[in-house]
């Protein structure tokens, strides 16, 4: 199938994506050469309000009725190939992570590291990293930023984490996304390699790989290698150790730009492997959903056994993640399109859990539940911020969740039936009932301790009320009227179903032109896409 390639110069004033990428990169230099730290901080708001504003501009350039790559920008250079773009799969990420990353600065102003310039730099190191991997449209150039995105996860968990083992912790990550990232780049050389044969010369250009699939070989360990890569990356059972770990340890404000990058391994899977291998991705859709059945209730489970809030979050996140799975390998466009705005909601409802968590933090000193209690006179902002956030992750009515869920079962019955719908439902009312229950545990319950001073002065509470009307907006907004990012979506969540068999048909033929005649990105396509 084609795929409509439309350049930058088409709809946008001036190469967007590169532009998006390089402000916070540009930001981050300013910020470690900086000799203030003051100076640091306006650096990076600037950087980081700044992407925030060109990922609004990129909202309103980009065309959602047609389907295919927008603002494509593409350079060949000393045999390499740099070509990025955004689609209904990868639009709304870009902007999630901009919003982001300028309320984890504010958050910064609250707590112990608002003069830290390494973790100011940091913040605006990894926004560039996930903007530049979600936008990457080669398959080395998206797992080299993979591979960048462990210096900053790993510096920011060292510098600034709250735990005492945060070492051991970045070792025991180091494990698994090494691990992830070899059998990732290892499917990504058989795929370029794989048309080596048809006497094509060897490219790891997405475009060109995708129209020229079905000479692929060695299809079953493509899909194994990146699949189970992705898998680390998500994470999905058996294949989360590393998550609840990082999130005990770790620092909120790094986790809060974390959860989009654990949305990442989805757009992954979406974007390499249901295009490229559709028939095998098809053929191994009953284990894949299997693991996720798995991870939506020992996810649950588990969660319903923590005493520390942040694990409490990380196996949610392991739960929610397992329904994401399922509703990608329906192959309908309902499931696909439920996925994609399943992870946005989900990203910015956790977020909003990890801020009101992670400014109790800052209060009391602590994140077990048994050591809270009665917060909700004192912190009634943060208690709103859980409650909404955590509804909105429950798929209630009046949330962005509630749609993107509707959808999503509604792919998973037309594909599987009422049984699994119903399981992804049962799994759906156990995370209301954990949430619910760290929920009363923080601000309802008689507290079990003496009460903490509150101080205005070192709590400021016009920032806390900032990011609590900013993301209840956006999630309260966004779930009233979920239309305009439906739109963005289902153009190409449509012709991503449209690749695969329906109810058993035959897999549609091969391209009609001859083994060795490899297809190539049109010139009319790719036309004024390149950077003079």
Request: glycine share 8%.
């Amino acid at each position: 199938m084609d795929i409509t390639v439309t350049p930058w110069s088409a709809s946008a004033a001036f190469p967007l994506l590169t532009a998006l990428t390089l402000v916070p990169l540009a930001a981050m230099i300013a910020i470690l050469f900086s000799r203030s730290s003051t100076v640091a901080l306006r650096f990076g708001f600037a950087g980081a309000s700044l992407t925030l504003l060109l990922s609004v501009y990129l909202l309103t350039v980009f065309d959602s009725a047609t389907p295919g790559i927008h603002l494509v920008e593409h350079v060949h250079f000393a045999g390499l190939s740099y070509r990025v773009g955004v689609d209904g799969t990868n639009i709304l990420f870009i902007p999630l992570t901009s919003v982001l990353t300028l309320l984890a600065l504010i958050y910064t102003l609250i707590t112990r590291h608002v003069t830290d310039r390494l973790f100011i730099a940091c913040l605006l190191g990894y926004e560039t990293v996930l903007i530049g991997a979600f936008a990457a449209l080669n398959v080395m150039q998206f797992w080299l930023w993979c591979v960048l995105e462990l210096i900053p996860v790993a510096l920011l968990t060292i510098h600034a984490g709250t735990g005492q083992n945060r070492r051991w912790v970045v070792v025991r990550l180091l494990q698994y996304w090494v691990s992830g990232l070899l059998m990732t780049l290892a499917g990504f050389l058989l795929l370029a390699f794989g048309l080596i044969d048809a006497e094509h010369a060897l490219t790891f250009d997405w475009l060109t790989l995708k129209q020229n699939n079905a000479y692929l070989h060695d299809e079953v360990l493509i899909f194994i290698l990146l699949f189970f890569g992705f898998a680390i990356r998500m994470p999905l059972f058996p294949f989360h150790g590393w998550l609840p770990v990082l999130a005990e340890q770790g620092t909120v404000a790094s986790a809060v730009i974390f959860l989009v990058g654990l949305k990442l391994g989805i757009y992954a899977v979406i974007r390499f492997i249901l295009p490229m291998v559709p028939g095998v991705a098809e053929q191994w859709a009953g284990f894949v959903v299997t693991l996720g059945l798995i991870s939506i209730f020992y996810g649950a489970l588990l969660a319903l056994m923590q005493i520390n809030i942040r694990r409490l979050l990380a196996f949610a996140v392991i739960s929610q993640t397992g329904m994401l799975v399922i509703g990608t390998f329906c192959f309908n466009e309902n499931g696909l399109e439920g996925s994609l705005l399943l992870s946005v909601a989900y990203g910015l409802a956790m977020a909003g859990m990890l801020f009101s968590v992670g400014l109790i933090y800052e209060r009391c000193r602590t994140a077990y539940l048994p050591r809270l209690g009665g917060l909700f006179d004192t912190n009634g902002t943060l208690a709103l911020l859980f409650l909404i956030s955590a509804l909105s992750t429950m798929v209630m009515p009046g949330t962005p969740g509630f749609d993107a869920a509707h959808l999503l079962v509604e792919g998973i019955i037309e594909e599987d039936g009422w049984l699994l719908a119903i399981a992804i439902l049962v799994g759906n009312v156990m995370s209301a009932a954990f949430l619910l229950w760290a929920f009363q545990r923080i601000f309802m319950a008689n507290p079990k301790r003496a009460k903490q001073p509150y101080n205005c002065a070192h709590h400021p509470v016009w920032k806390e009320r900032f990011i609590t009307v900013v993301i209840c907006l956006l999630l309260i907004g966004t779930g009233f009227y979920t239309t305009p990012w439906l739109n963005f979506i289902d153009q190409d969540a449509a012709a991503i179903g449209k690749q695969f068999p329906m109810h058993g048909a035959q897999i549609p033929p091969s391209p009609s032109f001859s083994k060795g005649e490899v297809s190539q990105p049109s010139d009319a396509d790719t036309k004024d896409d390149q950077h003079e």
